[in-house]
């Protein structure tokens, strides 16, 4: 299997590659002064299996765009299979029609994906909170990897939180709160969340119930897929102080830290952030290569 890396996820495309034994694939991607992409791939692909590692964040259209041009330079150049490597898959949040007309994102994106010549997929903590699984939202066979138990491993190693208290922020939030939770022998519970979101608004107003007062003096440790505004986190690391919490740490698989989100949870209380190198940040301390290697290794 070749092992290729997009312009999103060169350094996780090397880690995967030598978690496999191997030197990554060779591409060139370059940008003209229009801004248009020059893009060539070194490597003999004819009737091999590779390996396209592209994170779609941040930029995601950008990103999402050359994806589509290396698979389809990967079908045309005979690749046996190709296998779409998106950690942080844009849009999943998109995935119902709360208002009419509003487009289906991540259905839309899906088919694009398929369309490019995409023949299987893996993605790592996927949000799709409403289909419930990734395969749902592809024709093509498509499977959810989770980076909760290798961030429960390092709050284990690094973090050793005292009499701790795995939470999720909000009901979704509790299945990777349980896998912490199982990592660090300890308990854990979930919030309760309700958005309320305007029509014509993208912003919402948050409102979170965060159960009887089991807190006091325990180290809290959250566990959710992502921080995009902090503000779930900020609103809940807020009502375990206030109900006695000691330290607070704060897992998550995606960082997508809009601007003010780290300083926001920390003015929340929270002493730590670790998140993973499905979006390269500050805070992208544990890398999801092992579990994405792993998952290569055995299909
Ligand atoms: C929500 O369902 C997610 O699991 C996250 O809790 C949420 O997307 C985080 O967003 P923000 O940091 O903007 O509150």
Redesign the pocket.
């Given at each position: 299997m070749i092992v290729l890396g997009g312009s999103a996820s060169t350094e996780l495309a090397d880690k995967v590659a030598k978690e496999l034994g191997q030197k990554p694939g060779r591409i060139e991607v370059k940008k003209f002064p229009d801004g248009e992409r020059y893009i060539r791939i070194h490597e003999e692909v004819m009737g091999q299996d590779v390996a396209l590692i592209q994170s779609l964040y941040k930029t995601p259209d950008d990103y999402i765009f050359e994806y589509m041009v290396i698979a389809d330079t990967l079908r045309d150049m005979g690749a046996a299979n190709i296998i779409g490597v998106t950690p942080y898959l844009a849009y999943a949040?998109q995935d119902s029609r709360f208002y009419p007309g509003e487009a289906l994102t991540s259905a839309s994106l899906a088919k694009m994906l398929e369309a490019a010549g995409t023949t299987s997929v893996l993605t790592v903590d996927c949000?799709l909170?409403r289909l419930g699984d990734v395969s749902k939202v592809f024709k093509v066979p498509a499977r959810n990897l989770s980076a909760m138990p290798a961030l429960g491993q390092y709050a284990l190693k690094t973090l050793k939180p005292k009499n701790p208290i795995v939470v999720g922020?909000?009901e979704?939030?509790e299945q990777w709160a349980a896998v912490v939770a199982k990592e660090l022998d300890a308990e854990h519970t979930a919030f309760t969340?309700r958005r309320i979101r305007k029509e014509g608004e993208t912003e919402s107003k948050?409102e979170l119930d965060t159960g009887p007062a089991i807190f006091k003096g325990r180290d809290v440790v959250f566990a959710?897929?992502?921080?995009?505004?902090?503000?779930?986190?900020a609103q809940a690391a807020k009502a375990c102080k206030k109900k006695g919490a000691r330290r607070i740490f704060v897992l998550c698989t995606h960082p997508v830290l809009?601007e003010g989100?780290l300083k926001r949870v920390k003015a929340a209380g929270v002493l730590k952030v670790v998140g993973t190198d499905t979006i390269p940040s500050p805070v992208s301390t544990v890398s999801v290569a092992p579990v994405i290697a792993a998952a290569l290794r055995s299909r």
């Open positions: 949040r949000h909170h922020p909000d979704e939030a969340k948050l959710d897929d992502m921080i995009s505004t902090g503000g779930t986190i809009a989100a």
